[in-house]
């Protein structure tokens, strides 16, 4: 097997998984805050692991870095506690899909941050990833479950581009096993600040279900995903990370009877194929005054 077939296996694998996750929004009866408290205390976990076993440093050069890995730990148990919320609310299909909303807050919010030079198409990008999840959403009724669930997917599509846009500096110093771990841990370090677990009991079942959540569709695809990038043009690695969306809807069709609507299905053609399309254009950023 050659190194870009290893390379190819392993960022399909990792993407499967990241889909996989959605699902536990449904399979765990627990609340959201709970679900991602046990999914990064796992992830960090196995993480912190890792980082012990390859004698990799972890430690954080600066006090500012340390803030800065609380605070983004936060966001990321935010963007998470979202995103179940909005799977338990609506479905899956509806989470993933709305969720996939985020390379548009990117194109927004970039150029506000980083000064970068707006572009026509990336206007273009947005408007039609806005078209694709609202066609994606089935019902706009205040109130309704189906609704309230897809606001929740934008906040956590809008949370996660934050995320993105803000590890830019860190990447650049530590490595991406390092990062995910520290916001793993800072992540299940504030959830427990807010979280009653004072008679909170768990099954084996759940904190089985937990475990993989925590330990395969978080900290095994999310190395794996880093490594295919050692083989893989990043640009290779982000189209196939679009069908994300698309493993997810297929695993609840299968294994939750989850059968999305044709407006879902074409909203949700419209969205991937945006990004997919976007993904090929050439990746290049101006730099204001």
Known sequence: MTRATSALIQVHASVFLFGLSGLFGKF?????????LGRTGFAALSLGLVLTLGQRSARLGTAKDRLGMVLLGALLAFHWVSF????????VAVGLLTFSSFPVFVTVLEPLLFK???????GAIAALVVLGVA??????????????????????????????????GYRQRYTAVAIAFYQNLFACLSLLVVTPIVGLTLTTGEIGLLLVLGVLCTALAHTLFIESLGK???????????????????????LLREVPTLRTLVGGAVVLTTIIW??????TTTKLG
Request: aromatic residues 10%; proline residues 5%.
């Open 116 to 122: 970068t030079l707006w572009r026509w198409r990336d």
């Open 278 to 283: 976007a993904s090929w254009l050439p990746q």
């Open 28 to 36: 765990l009866a627990l609340p959201a805050t709970v679900i991602v």
């Open 232 to 254: 893989l043009r990043a640009q290779t690695a982000s189209v196939i990370s679009t069908l994300e969306p698309v493993y997810g809807i297929a695993l609840a069709a299968l």
């Open 84 to 91: 179940f919320l909005s799977i338990q609310l609506a479905t």
């Open 135 to 168: 066609l994606a959403i089935p019902e706009y009724r205040l109130g309704s479950a189906t609704t309230l669930g897809a606001v929740w997917g934008l906040l956590s599509g809008l949370s996660f581009a934050l995320l993105q846009l803000l590890n830019k």
